[in-house]
């Protein structure tokens, strides 16, 4: 059965600091996996996604993600956080059966 | 091109009362799915539709049913309301196939408050 870990739940940094959230995934097919962001009250926003075309990704504000088979690994950074960057980040995972699977999410704080 | 639009934006309801919530998904957009997202238990998987037919369902109880309309407009209904129910309610709009249903497109999202 496919399932998505997100390591921490909450992440801080500070204002142009690296930002790097973790994401590991099970999965026995070929997935696609994805990056989502939710500001408050509100509903999720595709960051990246991953489909097999090249493993490093890049997606909207600045983040990318890169796909490492060997360690079921589909890491989210960001060179340089931003206040904006403030929310909650879900990373998925999709191997098929019209159902997407999200991870616990992760929030993230940056600091002035 | 407008986005995935759900309403109500909010609710509250008294247990044992039932309720409707309503998606309409992105024009062109087939495939709708519902998500519940709690504090505690994240985002979960309620059901997927696509032309009308319901291709899988989460480990929901029978008081979680829904329906998608010809024009892929999707409601959701949930009966005899309990306080565990109370729940920020997403919809996400694909453009699926029939084979495959990839990248969705999530609504701001129905609240649900049960009192």
């Known amino acids: 059965a496919q399932s998505v870990t997100q390591l921490g739940s909450h992440v801080s940094v500070s204002e142009g600091a690296l930002v790097l959230l973790r994401c590991n995934y099970s999965s026995s097919v070929p997935p696609y996996l994805f990056w989502y962001v939710q500001y408050p009250n509100q509903g999720l926003q595709l960051l990246l996604k991953?489909?097999?075309?090249?493993?490093l990704v890049k997606g909207i504000n600045g983040f990318e993600a890169e796909f490492k088979k060997s360690e079921t690994s589909f890491h989210l950074t960001k060179p340089s956080a931003h206040m904006s960057d403030a929310a909650e980040y879900f990373c998925?995972?999709?191997?098929?059966?019209?159902?997407?699977?999200f991870g616990a999410g992760t929030r993230l704080f940056v600091k002035a | 091109k407008a986005g995935v639009t759900q309403t109500p934006r909010y609710l509250i309801k008294t247990r044992g009362q039932q309720v409707t919530l309503s998606c309409s998904p992105i024009?062109?957009?087939?495939?709708v799915s519902w998500y519940q997202q709690t504090p505690g238990q994240g985002l979960q998987f309620l059901f997927e539709y696509f032309s009308e037919t319901q291709r899988n369902k989460g480990n929901f109880p029978g008081r979680f049913s829904g329906r998608q309309f010809s024009n892929s407009r999707s409601e959701m209904n949930v009966s005899t309301l309990e306080l565990g129910d109370s729940a920020l309610y997403l919809c996400?709009?694909?453009?699926?196939?029939?084979?495959?249903?990839?990248?969705?497109?999530f609504g701001q999202g129905t609240r649900l408050t049960v009192v």
């Open positions: 024009s062109g957009h087939r495939s």
């Open positions: 998925a995972v999709y191997t098929g059966g019209f159902k997407t699977i």
């Open positions: 996400a709009s694909s453009p699926s196939t029939r084979s495959d249903n990839t990248e969705a497109f």
């Open positions: 991953y489909t097999s075309a090249a493993t």
